[in-house]
């Protein structure tokens, strides 16, 4: 079935440092990725996706490149902020849609020091 | 504006009562869904709904039920049955039927057993 695994956390940065969270995937046929963020005490909202194998999502300075051949999705960003602190889940939409459900990963909590 | 509304945001149970959560979604979303989150988890399905008066158990079903008698309402009730309620819930919408659909969120319910 489908799947989503993506790095356990907790991960603990300083302000202006790189960002990744891995995120891989296992799927029959061509699944649309996405990453969501969730602040403290609020439901998730959509950070960014991409829909086919090479596009590049992008949002408020983060990034994820679809990888068919690596079957990943990791999210980056050059320089993070102390408002990025926030839990991120990575998941799929499967292709076949109709009875399908969406399925995410367990997500990563990021803490950002000034 | 369009969006998913859940109510309330706090809510506090005593021991052996059923209480109901609130989902409500104006996006005309046939999918729905319903997912706890539990301090440093992921998100655990609980119920989806793919079709009015249509569901499926999800992961953790026991202890709730859920009914989908029109398509904007998807509201869920944590039995006495479910032995450890206290949790954040948050409800979900999609599109079905077309790939690179999105999940929307709503703001969560906080429960608490007292």
């Known amino acids: 079935g489908n799947s989503v695994t993506q790095m356990e956390g907790p991960v603990t940065l300083s302000e202006e440092a790189f960002l990744t969270i891995n995120c891989t995937y296992t799927a029959t046929g061509y699944p649309s990725l996405f990453w969501y963020v969730q602040y403290p005490g609020e439901g998730l909202q959509l950070l960014l996706k991409?829909?086919?194998?090479?596009d590049k999502g992008s949002n408020k300075g983060f990034e994820a490149t679809y990888r068919k051949e690596t079957t990943s999705f990791h999210l980056e960003k050059g320089s993070v902020q102390v408002s990025d602190s926030a839990v991120y889940f990575c998941a799929l939409s499967p292709p076949q849609g109709g009875s399908e459900k969406l399925v995410f990963g367990k997500g990563t909590k990021l803490t950002v020091n000034p | 504006d369009g969006g998913i509304t859940q109510s309330p945001k706090y809510l506090f149970r005593k021991e052996g009562q059923n209480v109901t959560l609130s989902c409500e979604q104006n996006?005309?979303?046939?999918?729905m869904y319903w997912y706890r989150q539990d301090p440093g988890q992921g998100l655990r399905l609980i119920y989806y709904s793919q079709i009015v008066n249509d569901f499926q158990k999800g992961d953790i079903a026991e202890g709730y039920s859920v009914s989908r008698e029109k398509k904007e309402s998807f509201p869920l009730t944590v039995t006495s049955a479910q032995k450890n309620p206290t949790a954040f819930y948050l409800c979900?919408?999609?599109?079905?039927?077309?790939?690179?659909?999105?999940?929307?969120f709503g703001q969560g319910t906080r429960l608490t057993v007292v």
């Open positions: 979900a919408s999609s599109k079905r039927e077309v790939k690179n659909t999105e999940a929307f």
């Open positions: 991409a829909t086919k194998a090479d």
């Open positions: 996006l005309n979303h046939d999918a």
